[in-house]
């Protein structure tokens, strides 16, 4: 029950209805606040409890100063949750575990139940194996199925054991995707209360909810857990920054290009840890789905959300969705009533400002291995050759062949073709796929052509252009080359649906571009083996080839193993690049290929806007909405059919690769131990700058060879069955002997060497082993370890099991130059320290190599309830001190107890 020290309780009627709701013009300050600030507003007017949400936090909400930096924290209690079941299943599993804890310590099993709706879509399992093929869907489900029965079986018990706990089964869509065409409320009515619609999830990209109006972002797998469990978030007040938008899109451009500049603008702007609000005549101008498209880039630009206020267009999106009447006018009557609906003419307050004329939007790319590194398509050639020289060993020896032989090969029949190539290294390569097909691969060869991705796919007008690209090639005779693997992957059925209603599936089909799944594909790194003789091809003449896709993440290693260009685009352009086959072409001005009728420009079959907006408005109707959600979590007769054990707590399967029971809590007392400094520690890894949670976290496929390979072997699991780290986040001695282990981390306690190696000096001479390896012998010897590394660190994907695998592997501190906001937070979550380098210091500057041993003296403060600001670090005679980032008195008392979930944990048995 709310304190209601402001009077802010009042009521509101909408039709025949009337709800209760918090006024927040109770509250001195109100009307100038962002629209983002508003709902953290009503939420502690809602929450306010005395204790821990009081009329001082309200206080200091309603009057922020939008120039000072943050400094003061509350209590954020978001309405609902929403995971994948990549990050999803590794909840299941620690709320089933926590149910034997509290029995153990002699509690109810039943309490540790969600407490606001939890809801998970499974999408990020498929995988890519069949492709190009009408066959395609079917196959790559039912293997889905093979590989993750005990997976699906697991939270099909889940969904029946927990209440408020919904799962959206296998081959329904994209969890972002869904998630705005279905789950969100927008205005949540419970128990007769009308409040924001707020959401966390598992997933960074969750902020694409804040497109139309929903407030939310990623959070880590444990701080979910705990807001299930009616934990509130702690937060510091944020810095808002107002992002302007004035003018309309020019022809030719995309949201894609849109998203692509923005993500630039404010990644050199700097926005880690802060709101992005959008407002101006430009964003009424904005069509919903586009606003969607920006959200989900949040976590590209680094800010915590990406949000815009709700409007006339958020409406129209509803009912296209299938919202019923009386939920759209509580919407509107709700955000009318508390000032929360958008004046293009106003200008709240903001931290800070920038602004964006959308007709100075061009046609862009981001590459080859970060999305805010932004090449107009017009640079793109130019761009990647200078760029390629980075990919290819003894470039200057490779440079000078002559160009490509008149035959079915890379930038055939282009301008490119018949250029000077001394400017860019060619290792042309002959290879015979088993059905006779030759032609040779070079450098720049585009592998993979894939549109995937919520980011894009649940944009109409990108997919809809890819379409009619399609139609426009098919007609001129174009295809696709044989060495691109393309996938059509969309957010939900809804696209296949308007596809069908406007016949464009022939099209896409006939240039490979069948469905495989409706799921996370290439983006997540499930893009699947390329055809053998491809991949070895690669792999033995070390080839940098590329892959562009529609998606949002195109980081090192995370696409395909034999993949190091990596590029993001429109679906329209992946399309034209598939059928290119190569990025070293001017694809504006030289031709894409040879048709029935002679050479093929891209101008040539880009459909125009008012092309793309005629079938949007034809095809795309409420109707094809209702009929896909009507059932949403039903699922088909596989999913019907899985059988479950029943019961409120898990029966483990002790032989299960797949899914077990957590450690965390083995052995854990009913009061914590006080926390300690730290003596004795060894380095397991000094890295630099920029180091991603794609980096840490155990991702894509599993390769033979490596501890996690080992591993499965010794128990029984073929090659074949390796499945991808993502399906085996349920396990964690899969996932422990992943973390760290990517093919493209930089470990600089070693020269020259990529993946997941250390020194282990636990033996003499401290020779090269596995970080697994190395960390289970510094665990027996009783070695604490720390890690040390650059700007950003973390930086990336919402991940758990970066923070869980980096617990796990005995690390007790992270010693960065600056972190992102997500993977610090989940290091306090899980009982790891993160210490900062003094301002303007670094390992390097120090003199640190990584070879010493580490004294970190001062954490002992903690126990007595403040948070030092400081600590000492001693390393083989150099000291310095270094800056604690536990930013929060709710972050110490997760410390203090070990992590976020034994604090929970002993909460609940406490009660």
């Known amino acids: 029950m709310s304190a209601n020290s402001f009077?802010?309780?009042?009521?509101?009627?909408?039709?025949?209805?009337?709800?209760?709701?918090?006024?927040?013009?109770?509250?001195?300050?109100?009307?100038?606040?962002?629209?983002?600030?508003?709902?953290?507003?009503?939420?502690?007017?809602?929450?306010?409890?005395?204790?821990?949400?009081?009329?001082?936090?309200?206080?200091?909400?309603?009057?922020?100063?939008?120039?000072?930096?943050?400094?003061?924290?509350?209590?954020?209690?978001?309405?609902?949750?929403?995971?994948?079941?990549?990050?999803?299943?590794p909840c299941v599993v620690d709320l089933a575990t926590m149910r034997e804890a509290v029995r153990d310590l002699g509690g109810d099993p039943s309490k540790i139940n969600p407490l606001a709706p939890a809801e998970m879509?499974?999408?990020?399992?498929?995988?890519?194996?069949?492709?190009?093929?009408?066959?395609?869907?079917g196959l790559n489900v039912a293997v889905e199925y093979e590989r993750n029965q005990e997976r699906y079986q697991f939270l099909r018990w889940g969904q029946t054991a927990f209440d408020e706990f919904k799962v959206v089964p296998p081959g329904t869509g994209i969890v972002h995707q869904v998630n705005i065409e279905h789950l969100a409320r927008v205005v949540f009515d419970r128990n007769g209360v009308a409040y924001p619609d707020t959401c966390v999830g598992t997933d960074s990209h969750t902020t694409m909810e804040n497109g139309i109006g929903v407030l939310g972002w990623g959070v880590g797998g444990i701080e979910a857990e705990a807001a299930m469990l009616g934990q509130p978030i702690s937060m510091l007040i944020p810095r808002?920054?107002?992002?302007?938008?004035?003018?309309?899109?020019?022809?030719?451009?995309?949201?894609?290009?849109?998203?692509?500049?923005?993500?630039?603008?404010?990644?050199?702007?700097?926005?880690?840890?802060?709101?992005?609000?959008?407002?101006?005549?430009?964003?009424?101008?904005?069509?919903?789905?586009?606003?969607?498209?920006?959200?989900?880039?949040s976590p590209e630009f680094g800010s915590t959300c990406a949000i815009f206020p709700i409007d006339g267009e958020t409406l129209k999106y509803l009912r296209l969705t299938g919202r019923s009447d009386e939920q759209v006018a509580l919407v509107e009557a709700y955000a009318k009533e508390q000032g929360m609906w958008l004046d293009p003419e106003a200008q709240p307050d903001f931290s800070e400002h920038l602004e964006l004329d959308l007709s100075t939007v061009v046609p862009s790319i981001a590459g080859p291995k970060r999305p805010q590194d932004r090449i107009e398509v017009s640079k793109a050639k130019e761009t990647w050759r200078r760029d390629v020289q980075n990919y290819v060993k003894d470039a200057e020896d490779e440079a000078g062949v002559e160009s490509f032989p008149a035959s079915d090969s890379p930038a055939v029949g282009t301008a490119a073709a018949n250029e000077s190539n001394n400017d860019r290294p060619h290792k042309r390569v002959q290879v015979t796929l088993a059905d006779g097909t030759s032609f040779e691969l070079d450098h720049g060869a585009v592998t993979v052509a894939a549109i995937t991705s919520c980011t894009n796919t649940s944009n109409p007008y990108v997919m809809v252009g890819a379409g009619l690209l399609a139609k426009k090639a098919v007609e001129k005779g174009l295809t696709r080359k044989p060495w691109v693997k393309t996938s059509m992957a969309p957010g939900s059925q809804v696209v296949t649906g308007y596809y069908e209603r406007a016949g464009l599936t022939p099209y896409l089909d006939k240039i490979g571009y069948n469905l495989v799944g409706y799921g996370c594909t290439t983006c997540?790194?499930?893009?699947?083996?390329?055809?053998?003789?491809?991949?070895?091809?690669?792999?033995?003449?070390?080839?940098?080839?590329?892959?562009?896709?529609?998606?949002?993440?195109?980081?090192?290693?995370?696409?395909?193993?034999?993949v190091k260009m990596n590029y993001l685009a429109s679906p329209p352009l992946v399309i034209a690049y598939a059928l290119a086959g190569t990025m070293d072409i001017d694809i504006l001005n030289d031709p894409i290929a040879e048709g029935t009728d002679g050479p093929v420009y891209l101008k040539d079959i880009w459909p125009s806007p008012e092309e793309v907006s005629a079938v949007v408005e034809s095809s795309i109707s409420q109707d094809l909405f209702v009929k896909d959600y009507a059932d949403v979590f039903a699922g088909d007769e596989r999913w019907q059919g899985l059988?479950?054990?029943?019961?409120?707590?898990?029966?483990?399967?002790?032989?299960?690769?797949?899914?077990?029971?957590?450690?965390?809590?083995?052995?854990?007392?009913?009061?914590?131990?006080?926390?300690?400094?730290?003596?004795?520690?060894?380095?397991?890894?000094?890295?630099?700058?920029?180091?991603?949670?794609?980096?840490?976290?155990?991702?894509?496929?599993?390769?033979?060879?490596?501890?996690?390979?080992?591993?499965?072997?010794?128990?029984?699991?073929?090659?074949?069955?390796f499945n991808s780290y993502g399906s085996r986040r349920g396990n964690h001695e899969v996932m422990i002997r992943g973390t760290f282990a990517n093919i493209r981390l930089r470990n600089q306690l070693l020269d020259g060497v990529e993946g997941g190696y250390t020194r282990d000096f636990t033996v003499e001479g401290g020779p090269q082993v596995f970080i697994y390896d190395a960390s289970a012998n510094y665990q027996a010897a009783g070695v604490p370890l720390v890690v040390l590394a650059g700007k950003e660190y973390g930086s990336g994907s919402s991940r758990d099991w970066a923070a869980k695998g980096t617990a796990l592997l005995g690390v007790k501190a992270v010693i960065a130059e600056s972190y992102e906001r997500i993977h610090r937070s989940n290091l306090i979550g899980m009982g790891v320290i993160p210490l900062q380098f003094p301002e303007g210091q670094s390992a390097d500057s120090l003199g640190l190599t990584g070879s010493e041993t580490f004294e970190i003296t001062g954490i002992e403060k903690l126990n007595e309830g403040g948070i030092p600001r400081t600590v000492t670090v001693k390393a083989d005679g150099k000291e310095f001190e270094a800056v604690v980032r536990i930013d929060t008195p709710g972050e110490a008392d997760y410390y203090r107890h070990g992590g976020i979930m034994q604090y929970v944990l002993r909460s609940l048995i406490s009660k």
């Open 643 to 721: 059988s479950i054990p029943t019961g409120d707590t898990f029966v483990w399967d002790e032989n299960s690769t797949y899914v077990r029971k957590a450690p965390y809590f083995d052995g854990m007392p009913a009061q914590p131990a006080p926390v300690s400094d730290i003596h004795g520690a060894r380095v397991l890894a000094k890295l630099g700058d920029s180091v991603t949670t794609d980096h840490i976290s155990p991702a894509g496929n599993i390769k033979v060879g490596t501890p996690a390979a080992q591993y499965l072997e010794t128990h029984g699991v073929a090659v074949k069955d």
């Open 121 to 137: 879509v499974i999408d990020h399992s498929v995988i890519v194996d069949n492709y190009a093929s009408p066959r395609a869907f």
């Open 7 to 89: 009077g802010s309780k009042s009521e509101l009627r909408v039709g025949e209805k009337t709800y209760e709701i918090y006024r927040l013009d109770a509250v001195e300050g109100s009307a100038r606040l962002p629209y983002s600030l508003k709902v953290l507003l009503e939420n502690l007017l809602r929450t306010e409890d005395g204790a821990n949400i009081t009329a001082d936090h309200i206080r200091a909400l309603g009057g922020w100063d939008p120039n000072a930096q943050p400094d003061t924290e509350i209590q954020f209690t978001p309405a609902r949750v929403i995971m994948q079941d990549f990050t999803g299943v």
């Open 524 to 562: 997540i790194g499930n893009t699947g083996p390329l055809e053998p003789e491809i991949s070895k091809a690669i792999n033995d003449n070390d080839l940098a080839v590329t892959a562009v896709l529609s998606g949002n993440r195109n980081f090192e290693g995370r696409i395909s193993p034999d």
């Open 240 to 297: 808002v920054v107002g992002f302007k938008l004035t003018g309309e899109l020019p022809s030719g451009t995309t949201a894609t290009d849109l998203v692509l500049t923005i993500t630039e603008m404010l990644r050199k702007h700097g926005v880690v840890g802060k709101f992005v609000e959008f407002y101006g005549a430009g964003v009424a101008a904005l069509p919903l789905a586009n606003r969607a498209t920006i959200g989900n880039m």
